[in-house]
């Protein structure tokens, strides 16, 4: 069982940059994608960013590319979103996911989940 806390969420303006975690506890982000989505009030959770399964190719979303940053540290068993020039269409709750098996932008293909946390950006 992988338990998985995401961190680092808050309130910002336009323009800010803000880094969020992923720790996780129990197995690690050894094997399966790891990925980070976001649902926003109203709206399907959407895909923003992630690792493939071996970890070493990375995917973004049209939306977030060129801005958003993942990253990991497997000694400290932690991924990091850094998000940089946020507007205020960012603004959901983001989390993240590991143990994809298939298509990385799929929700679906992820048993593993955090319970979040909120990003708020304000105009």
């Known amino acids: 069982q992988v338990q998985l806390v995401e961190s680092g969420g808050g309130l910002v303006q336009a323009g800010d940059s803000l880094r969020l975690s992923c720790a996780a506890s129990g197995r690690t982000f050894s094997s399966g994608s790891i990925g980070w989505f976001r649902q926003a009030p109203g709206k399907e959770r959407e895909f923003v960013a992630a690792f493939s399964w071996g970890g070493t190719t990375t995917y973004y979303a049209d939306s977030v590319k060129g801005r958003f940053t993942i990253s990991r540290d497997n000694a400290k068993n932690t991924v990091y979103l850094q998000m940089n020039s946020l507007k205020p269409e960012d603004t959901a709750v983001y989390y993240c996911?590991?143990?994809?098996?298939?298509?990385?932008?799929?929700?679906?293909?992820?048993?593993?989940w955090g319970r979040g946390t909120q990003l708020t950006v304000s105009s």
């Open positions: 996911a590991t143990g994809g098996s298939g298509p990385v932008a799929n929700p679906l293909d992820y048993p593993y």
